[in-house]
């Protein structure tokens, strides 16, 4: 499947960019895929579905993805928000 490598400016949090404290990012984008954004940073791999480019973002390329990287990031998201959905039991075990 196709993904667009997408260059964007970002911050580890509101405040960081109050701050100016940026840094630069490369992510694969796949619309096909429900908006697949699957970013490499900090020695770890994110993965998020309903990605909306910003208009500081620049398409710098496009990429065939095998589609077991495609399936793999799929299942993170899938997994994080099964994960988000027993929140509460997670938070009921903490003294």
């Known amino acids: 499947m196709k993904a667009?490598?997408?260059?964007?400016r970002a911050s580890e949090?509101?405040?960081d960019a109050r701050h100016g404290?940026?840094?630069d990012v490369k992510r694969?984008?796949?619309?096909?895929?429900?908006n697949l954004a699957?970013?490499?940073?900090g020695g770890e791999v994110y993965a998020i579905t309903d990605f909306v480019l910003r208009g500081d973002s620049r398409v710098v390329a496009e990429v065939d993805v095998p589609n077991d990287l495609i399936e793999l990031a799929l299942a993170l998201v899938k997994a994080r928000e099964e994960l988000n959905r027993c929140?509460?039991?997670v938070v009921a075990l903490l003294p």
């Open 38 to 41: 699957i970013t490499p940073h």
């Open 21 to 23: 404290k940026f840094f």
């Open 28 to 34: 694969l984008v796949l619309e096909e895929a429900g």
């Open 4 to 8: 667009k490598i997408v260059h964007e």
């Open 87 to 89: 929140r509460d039991r």
């Open 13 to 15: 949090s509101v405040g």
